[in-house]
């Protein structure tokens, strides 16, 4: 359910959420520490084809809410990045709790030791003589359990419309800031990640006077404001974008603060106590990681098709409600790329069957033990595949479920994926930018304008071993990887080389750290934003907002060498470069655009952003908000997707266990 988010009661055997802003491991970030307290509880992904930008957790303990708020994909740690939740009670009176978690760098000057990406969490002030931040050991600066910089900030109103007034912090309240950079290959732009925890009381006996009750069916509304600057020195001129639940509100536009309009509309359902169980059901497992084309004779999910072997695209189910059954899937295909934001713009694939037949029954299942998997599968043989698939194998998919017989309850029916898994040294391709289906252009000019922002992470494989649970994410889109090196020989005879074989391994020491020894899996990952010529203002400042349903394109990367370079480059369809990493493009309202792009990996490769492109859209000053002299990337903001391998999970699982 889109405009659902159910608040399970915590497991006592896993135990409490502790607030100290720590959500859940970052992909490729290695830490010691875990965090047990969500088992029980929901996960919601915002702007998601694959890796989320904003990943939402939430669990009822005793008589508190606790949220989970995870933002990566930034560019910049900024003084206005925003995290805002607001809450309807069975009166109908509401709470908001405004809080800006991170320590940018406006006013103070560049911080050198964060390469002038700001302070992230921190305390005290890193400003203050004699407390600059001292990080953790590159590339993580690992900074947690740290208090907001600004905020919380408590307002109050007795109903759905007027003024906010300021309101007051409930008995019971806790929130705290977590941050840290993933590392990135050479000359990539900077990533950096923050998290946000905070616990509310759910009525006026546990919260006080101030607060409100929270019935068992309440209202809810969530919104992660990711700020940047299209200059890094100061305070710039800052930038936007909006990661909101429920995905369908509007983004808020003027001045955030008493006067800001939370319409009735835009608030979801949260669910807790006796109607928890009402908002659990069949969603599609890990999300777009569990959405792909199996090819015949692989168990391996991939985003390409094939016009010369079977192909099934395949949905993996699990259910943490009531049984069900008569599950169908419909899907649809765009370009690899940026393709439309709405489902009924993709288009149906000639010879691929829609819907699929109904998926094998699904038992019973509970949150913190959903039921055994199941499948859905498209049928599309390879003679069925037209010639323009064939030649554009490498497709973005997207699902969406429906029930055909009794009322299914679904926590979520619908994911795209938007990457594929390949093998460098060198890999060329094109990607389509759609201009379908969005709202005619403000500035009348007749194009839609979209900034393209690009970055790379790396994980070196051999740091993995031995860490012991590495979490569903990471072991799906690294275990994808491997599955896809193994199955094209790139890590041993794929003949001899069974999965089989390489679980049997697991134990065998040396053997381990010989086989992954010189082995990484790129994260490549382009994002991209829509201008909307809208603004709105926070503390004074005032900037654009940008529309993040683009959503990505990315690849999952496998390659031999963990000391070579990487390098991509971006050509053709009317790009510009507006900075290392980031890029302009117009499309004709309606219409696409094609790009080329190429990525490589050697010792002798040149690393990060190898794009020869003109830095000014036709009859531009050079003016536009954009260059910061390539330091980070001119102006960015960051939408992220990678949908990757269900099926690598296990194979993880198994070789790290």
């Known amino acids: 359910m889109s405009d659902t988010l159910v608040f399970n009661a915590s497991d006592p055997v896993t135990g409490l959420p502790t607030v100290d802003g720590f959500v859940f491991a970052d992909i490729g970030v290695i830490i010691a520490e875990a965090e047990t307290g969500y088992v029980n509880g929901a996960r919601l992904e915002l702007g998601s084809s694959g890796l989320a930008p904003v990943v939402v957790t939430a669990v009822q303990d005793g008589n508190t809410l606790v949220l989970g708020l995870m933002c990566r994909g930034d560019t910049s740690f900024d003084d206005l990045d925003m995290v805002m939740v607001a809450f ?94 993933p590392n990135v290959t050479t000359a990539s732009p900077t990533e950096i990640a923050w998290s946000v925890e905070l616990r509310v009381p759910i009525s006026v006996a546990t919260g006080g006077a101030g607060w409100i009750d929270l019935a068992d069916d309440f209202g809810i509304f969530i919104d992660v404001f990711r700020a940047f600057r299209y200059v890094d020195a100061g305070d710039g001129v800052y930038g936007w974008s909006q990661y909101k639940f429920p995905s369908a509100a509007a983004d808020l536009t003027g001045v955030i603060g008493t006067g800001t309009d939370i319409p009735a509309a835009s608030f979801a359902r949260g669910l807790k106590g006796g109607m928890a169980t009402q908002g659990e059901g069949v969603r599609i497992k890990n999300g777009s990681m569990g959405i792909g084309c199996r090819l015949a004779g692989s168990s391996a999910l991939q985003g390409t098709i094939s016009g010369t072997v079977d192909n099934t695209i395949v949905a993996q189910l699990d259910n943490t409600g009531a049984a069900a059954s008569g599950i169908v899937a419909e899907v649809r295909m765009a370009n690899w790329g940026l393709g439309p934001p709405q489902f009924n713009s993709w288009a149906l694939a000639p010879g691929c069957a829609n819907p699929s037949g109904p998926a094998p029954a699904l038992v019973a299942g509970t949150p913190a033990s959903p039921s055994a998997m199941v499948e859905t599968g498209n049928a599309w043989l390879a003679a069925n595949v037209p010639p323009d698939y064939a030649t554009h194998p490498h497709q973005c998919m997207w699902v969406q479920l429906r029930a055909t017989g009794s009322p299914v309850v679904f926590t979520q029916a619908s994911a795209r994926r938007n990457m594929d898994f390949v093998g460098l040294s060198d890999v060329a391709r094109d990607a389509e930018i759609s201009a379908v289906g969005y709202p005619p252009p403000a500035d009348g000019s007749g194009d839609q304008e979209f900034m393209l922002r690009t970055r790379c992470r790396k994980v070196v494989i051999s740091e993995l071993i031995g860490k012991g649970d590495l979490g569903a994410e990471t072991s799906a889109i690294i275990g994808g990887a491997l599955q896809f090196a193994m199955q094209t020989g790139q890590m041993g005879d794929p003949q001899h080389e069974a999965v089989e074989e390489v679980h049997a391994r697991v134990n065998t020491g040396g053997r381990m750290a010989t086989m992954f020894k010189d082995k990484v899996v790129y994260l490549w990952i382009t994002e991209g934003l829509r201008r909307t010529h809208q603004t709105m203002e926070i503390d004074g400042h005032k900037g654009e907002i940008w529309d993040n349903s683009p959503g990505d394109f990315s690849l999952a990367a496998f390659h031999t060498g963990v000391d070579d370079n990487l390098g991509w480059q971006f050509s053709g369809g009317g790009l510009i470069k507006r900075g290392d990493g980031t890029y302009g493009i117009k499309v004709k309202d309606g219409q696409t655009a094609t790009i080329g792009v190429k990525l490589s990996a050697s010792r002798d490769t040149k690393p990060g952003d190898l794009s020869d492109l003109p830095r000014n859209f036709p009859g531009e000053d050079g003016s536009h908000g954009g260059g910061d002299g390539g330091k980070n990337g001119g102006c960015g903001k960051q939408l992220l997707a990678l949908a990757l391998l269900p099926t690598g999970a296990y194979l993880l699982g198994q070789m790290f266990a």
């Open 88 to 181: 309807r009670g069975s009166t109908g009176a509401q709470r908001r709790i405004d809080i800006k978690p991170n320590w940018g760098d406006a006013p103070e000057p560049l911080n050198p030791v964060s390469l002038g990406t700001g302070y992230g969490a921190a305390d005290p002030d890193p400003a203050s003589p004699g407390s600059h931040l001292t990080p953790a050991p590159v590339p993580y600066s690992l900074q947690t359990n740290k208090p907001a910089h600004i905020g919380p900030t408590f307002y109050q109103r007795g109903g759905p419309t007027g003024p906010w007034s300021a309101g007051s912090q409930p008995t019971g309240f806790e929130t705290k800031v977590r941050s840290w950079r």
